[in-house]
Nanobody, 120 residues
């Protein structure tokens, strides 16, 4: 099993900042990818940012230059620092991981989601 614990969501006004955290734990041999998705009410879930192991981070065009994804490998934790937040950033943000488990199984795991609300 792989567990993801997310934190950092909340209410912020337009132009404010938040930092989301997601810590992975469990039977993890290797983390191949960590990232963040978001889903607004009535919309599909989309990738916000991801940081594959040993590769360059990827960002959605809508958050490029405002959001920064980073990773602390020693803590199995990924962060999403969000600056200059806009009302359209309001969504439930989901952590997502792709890992190789200690049983040699490939495991894709979603966090429970943390709500980010940006007031106009």
């Amino acid at each position: 099993q792989v567990q993801l614990v997310e934190s950092g969501g909340g209410l912020v006004q337009t132009g404010g900042s938040l930092r989301l955290s997601c810590k992975a734990s469990g039977s993890i041999l290797r983390i191949d990818n960590m990232g963040w998705y978001r889903q607004a009410p009535g919309k599909q879930r989309h990738l916000v940012a991801e940081i594959p192991s040993g590769a360059t981070a990827n960002y959605a065009d809508s958050v490029k230059d405002r959001f920064t994804i980073s990773r602390d490998n020693a803590k199995n934790t990924v962060y999403l620092h969000m600056d200059s937040l806009k009302p359209e950033d309001t969504a439930v943000y989901f952590c997502h991981t792709e890992v190789l488990s200690t049983t040699d199984a490939y495991i894709e795991t979603w966090g429970q989601g943390t709500l980010v609300t940006v007031s106009p």
